[in-house]
Every structure is written in structure tokens, then in C-alpha cells.
């Protein structure tokens, strides 16, 4: 627990949602890759090492005392783990190489991954596991679960899985079919092993398919992860990457508890059309801001987004937009955390206008 803190993150989650007191709003900078740094290591070291995974995020929390730990490095772990290939640069975020097909006759072939022995996923799990056995009980540990139909796009190739959408979408529906098995052993994985399940869908977003694929391709094969989640008794959060504002309704009839909104996203729009229903989370910008920022202009806009989100009637979690970029400078991810730990609880409108 950070010093400046009074509760540790899982009282702090727990006693916001029941509505009691709190000492502040929970905050959640998406680290990610960001966490190398803090163990002088290049993120190439994180493939096929789930001890360095770990050890990061275990040292990236310890530093800055967020509230939910997300073992996560790339979307891809899925899709390499089915036959996709992967390039992963020195100290940069992987990124797909080569679809896994490349025509349709080819789905057939396709199998869903085990995660236990494919690619990269058994390392994934070794390091939820540790971190889990180091900070369980002080925080919430997820585990990021990338979803089937943008592990298909993967699979496939985004343009082609696209295209194929207007032409051929039971092809679609087969490939997303075979993604959510893989989808759905990892989450039974991730569960196992004491994390939590959290979703990412970033082909799902408005910027890449239209409302009505999202709800024929996409929000199916979501729910049905979404369920399973319950099912064990967890909640989840949805993040989708972009623009989201078309869909923010389907979002929440995935059964999502949580929605996490990219800062192309307005949360107050999003207050406004969904709030009653869902908690939101976001979304101060990873690039723009927390990257290229400083520490002050993080601190502004950290208060402008509780300024429009804090009596969300469903809750709100400050966090970035997306995953921070590698190079995002510590003071500003301190600053973040100090602005959330400075605007306390409860908040108080009148201090956020004058600051």
C-alpha cells in the first residue's frame, strides 16, 4: 500500500462499491510495457518469461500504488498462440507479422489454443500467478483476455476479416467461433489462477467496424465471455479502443461492469447515455498527456475527467485512455496518481473548477 494512501486498492474497490467511505477515487494508469523500466529491462525480455513479467509488475505497483494490476504486454498472445506470427522489437510493443491463413478454405485448419501449453499463454499465466501470490491480497490482479473478434482479425488479417463481413459472414461467425473457444479456455485459465479477466477489443471499435457488425460480429461472442466471467462470480471491464461513443449501448449490453473508454470518448456524453447502467473508467490521453505531457498538464487533466465523471450514478474509476506508451516518463504516472490522492473523496466540484 502506497504511504499516502489509507486503505489498500482492494478495500478501497470494495468499499466504493458498496457506496461507502473512501480516502479517494481508484486510479488505474494502464502500464503495461512501461513496467520494463522499472526492472532495467527491454520489453523483448518479456516474451516467454513470465518471471520478468511479473517481477515488472510487481516493481511498477510497488512505485506508484495504483489500483488494479493488468498483466498484459500485447493483444497478439491469443492469436500467436492459434498460428499467428508475432515480431517483437527490442523496446517496443509487439505487433502482427502474419495472419495465421490466409484465405477462407483455410479456417478449417484453424484450432483453438490450449493456454496452458501454447505460445506465450503459459507464460502469461506463470506471471498472474506470481503476482498474485505477492500482492493478491493488497490489490486486484486481471489478466488482459483479448477479444474473439479481434483475435480473428488476427487469424485472418483486419482488412480481410472486414471485407469478409459484407461478403461472407458465416465465415465471420467461424472464425470468431474459433476464437472465442480459445478466448473462453484462457478466461477458465486466467480464473485458475486467481486473476480476474479483463477485456480488450480494439478491432471492435466504431473506428474500424460499424455499429451494425459490432452487434452481428462482435457483441455475441463478447456476452457469452462476459457471462462465463459472472458465472464465477467476477466482474469485468470492456475496454474497446477509439471511437465507441455509437456503441456505448451494446458495450453495455454485453453485460459489462465496467466500461474503459479510449479518450476519443467523451466521458461526459458517456455519463449521460450509459452512467446509470455501467461504471466507466478513463481516460486521461496515453500519448498526448502522459507521454508528452507534464506533470501539471497530467494533473489538469486528471481533474478535468473527474470534473465529468466523479457522480457517475454507477461509479467511476480515473484511469488512461489506452495502455501507456513504453517511454512514459515516471513523474507523470506520479502525478497522476498525486492528482487523484490530492482531489480525495468525497469530491468536492467547486475545488476541481478553481484548480
Not at 489478466?143 to 469478409?164: D, M, Y
Not at 453485460?255 to 447515455?273: C, F, I, M, P, V
Not at 455501467?278 to 470534473?307: I, Q, Y
Request: overall charge neutral; aromatic content about 6%.
Amino acid at each position: 500500500m502506497h504511504s499516502r494512501d489509507k486503505m489498500t486498492p482492494l478495500q478501497r474497490l470494495t468499499a466504493y462499491g458498496r457506496g461507502q467511505s473512501i480516502d479517494r477515487l481508484p486510479c488505474v494508469p494502464i502500464v503495461g510495457n512501461t513496467a520494463a523500466r522499472l526492472i532495467g529491462a527491454k520489453v523483448s525480455a518479456f516474451r516467454g518469461d513470465g518471471k520478468a513479467i511479473a517481477e515488472a509488475q510487481i516493481a511498477a505497483y510497488e512505485r506508484f500504488g495504483y489500483d488494479v494490476i493488468r498483466v498484459f504486454t500485447d493483444l497478439y498472445t491469443q492469436a500467436e498462440a492459434m498460428g499467428a506470427k508475432v515480431h517483437y522489437p527490442e523496446n517496443e510493443t509487439a505487433y502482427l507479422e502474419a495472419p495465421a491463413i490466409e484465405a477462407i478454405e483455410q479456417i478449417g485448419l484453424l484450432k483453438p489454443a490450449d493456454p496452458w501449453k501454447d505460445g506465450n499463454l503459459p507464460q502469461h499465466l506463470d506471471a498472474m500467478k506470481r503476482v498474485v501470490s505477492a500482492l493478491g491480497k493488497e490489490v486486484a490482479v486481471t489478466g488482459a483476455l483479448t477479444g474473439p473478434f479481434t483475435t480473428a482479425s488476427f487469424l485472418i488479417g483486419t482488412e480481410t476479416l472486414v471485407r469478409l463481413s459484407l461478403k461472407k459472414p458465416e465465415a465471420v461467425h467461424q472464425l470468431c467461433e474459433v476464437a472465442y473457444q480459445t478466448s473462453l479456455a484462457y478466461a477458465k485459465a486466467i480464473l485458475e489462477v486467481g486473476c480476474v479477466p479483463s477485456l480488450t477489443d480494439a478491432m471492435s471499435s466504431s473506428t474500424v467496424i460499424s455499429p451494425r457488425q459490432f452487434r452481428e460480429f462482435s457483441l455475441p461472442y463478447l456476452k457469452r465471455l462476459v457471462d462465463f466471467i459472472h458465472r464465477n462470480g467476477r466482474a469485468v471491464t470492456l475496454h474497446i479502443c477509439g471511437k465507441t461513443h455509437p456503441i456505448w449501448t451494446a458495450m453495455v449490453e454485453t453485460g459489462a461492469d465496467t466500461l474503459s473508454l479510449d479518450n476519443a470518448a467523451s466521458l461526459q456524453d458517456a455519463k449521460r447515455a450509459v452512467g446509470h447502467e455501467v461504471r466507466l473508467m478513463g481516460n486521461v490521453p496515453p500519448s498526448e498527456v502522459m507521454l508528452e505531457g507534464t506533470p501539471a498538464s497530467v494533473r489538469h487533466e486528471v481533474r478535468k475527467c473527474v470534473r465529468q465523471a466523479f457522480d457517475n450514478p454507477k461509479g467511476y474509476v480515473v484511469a488512461s485512455g489506452c495502455s501507456l506508451p513504453v517511454e512514459t516518463p515516471f513523474a507523470n504516472i506520479d502525478a497522476m496518481m498525486d492528482a487523484v490522492r490530492e482531489i480525495g473523496w468525497p469530491v468536492n466540484p467547486s475545488d476541481l473548477e478553481a484548480a
